[in-house]
């Protein structure tokens, strides 16, 4: 996902898509372990995608901090 799209989301529905996200991720490993999978860059892609979530929820927090 894009991170214009991302920082669209409330803090809540972010949680929920990297909750999402982590198990999409679990998933894959296990696919590319047992040779079931053949795109290893979705490993790459998911990871990415975790991360940008969580820079998204970590900006917010300190914006809220800086507010108070």
Known sequence: MKAE???ELTD?????KERELR???FNLRFQVAMNR?????ALT???RDI???LTI?????LQRRRQE
């Open 51 to 53: 991360a940008r979530i």
């Open 37 to 41: 999978q053949e795109n290893t860059a």
């Open 45 to 47: 892609e998911t990871k």
């Open 5 to 7: 799209a991302l920082r």
């Open 57 to 61: 929820l970590r900006e917010r927090e």
């Open 23 to 25: 198990r999409k991720l």
């Open 12 to 16: 809540e529905e972010l949680r929920e």
